[in-house]
């Protein structure tokens, strides 16, 4: 007998990945959380049905959330995680010295824990002293903050469940308080391919770009994610992620990544037409 996990990619698609073993399911406050066991890709997670991490494929995704706004302005010293619960994200931050503090904030207590227990390999650093976790929303959480961080990473769900608060006006014009005046907003900003995600896309780019002056979209190829096709957004009050990008300085620090170069870096906001047209359109 054979045991397939397969994700509705749109009504007329399917993505199947074979799993030797169902590791883990269970019924949080907010969400399914299922851990599964695969030859291909290793142990990996999915929310509510929906693939989040990969052993195999989480660098991609991880580094490129990053480094991309860790390069443009290396002196970032206080970073805000909305989401993550897996903790890649705080496993890339917690690699650069100069990062003094980083509040990660994951509405679901549970995805940590299980994390903690099946994906060491993106959990390792939750203990890092410079980490604080808090059990909250992220929307609520930005509510209250000012002028306090260098960096805001959106590691989030898609923009249903608990995940939607994080794709609204008002959480965006919060993120921009709560930054300082040279501060930087990156998030997962869903797919271009199909067009729920595609829409859903539209939206975010949209209501970033009430609020930043510097309002700009990257892309990376994730194989477990809809389509393979991902994007990113950074937002920034002053800097360019292009015109500060400070090569030298990055490489330097002598990181060694998987995906993440500084070559990446420059060609990943190089954007295929109809992504620019649906940008462009985003009205
Ligand atoms: N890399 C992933 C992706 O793009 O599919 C995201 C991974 S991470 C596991 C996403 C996390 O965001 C989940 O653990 C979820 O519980 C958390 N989350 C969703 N909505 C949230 C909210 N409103 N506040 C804080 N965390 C939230």
């Known amino acids: 007998m054979e045991l397939w996990y397969t994700e509705q990619h749109t009504g007329n698609v399917r993505f199947s990945i074979r ?5 883990f399911t ?3 406050e907010f969400q399914r959380i299922d851990v599964f066991k695969a030859k291909e890709f290793g142990t ?3 929310l509510d049905g929906l ?3 990969t052993e195999k494929d989480e660098f991609i995704y991880h580094d490129m959330i990053v480094h991309v706004p860790m390069a443009t302005n290396p002196s970032v010293k206080n970073v805000l995680v909305i989401g993550a619960g897996d903790g890649g994200t705080v496993r890339e931050l917690t690699r650069y010295a100069t990062v003094e503090k980083i509040d990660m904030v994951e509405i ?4 940590v824990e299980v994390c903690r227990k099946y994906l060491p ?6 203990d890092d002293p410079r980490v604080r976790i808090y059990y909250e929303d992220g929307l609520k959480f930005v509510r209250s903050k000012e002028n306090t961080y260098d960096l805001i990473i959106v590691d989030s769900t898609d923009p249903f469940g608990p995940g939607e608060g994080l794709f609204t006006r008002e959480f965006y014009g919060n993120c921009y308080k709560a930054l300082k005046e040279d501060g930087i907003l990156v998030n997962q900003h869903e797919s271009p391919y199909y067009e729920s995600y595609a829409q859903a896309m539209q939206r975010a780019h949209k209501r970033i770009k009430e609020f930043f002056p510097i309002c700009k979209v990257y892309q990376a190829h994730i194989p477990t994610y809809p389509s393979g096709h991902w994007l990113f957004g950074f937002a920034s009050k002053k800097y360019d992620p292009l015109r500060d990008l400070d090569e030298q300085a990055w490489n330097e620090l002598d990181l ?3 995906y993440y170069n500084t070559d990446i870096h420059k060609g990943s ?8 047209a649906l940008l462009e359109g985003a009205l």
Do not use: I, W
């Open 256 to 258: 060694r990544t998987k």
């Open 51 to 53: 693939m989040m991490v």
């Open 121 to 126: 390999q993106t959990a390792c650093k939750l």
């Open 44 to 46: 990996f997670l999915t």
């Open 269 to 276: 906001f190089a954007l295929p037409n109809y992504v620019r």
């Open 19 to 23: 799993v030797d073993e169902h590791l």
């Open 26 to 28: 269970g019924q949080s």
């Open 108 to 111: 679901d207590k549970m995805v």
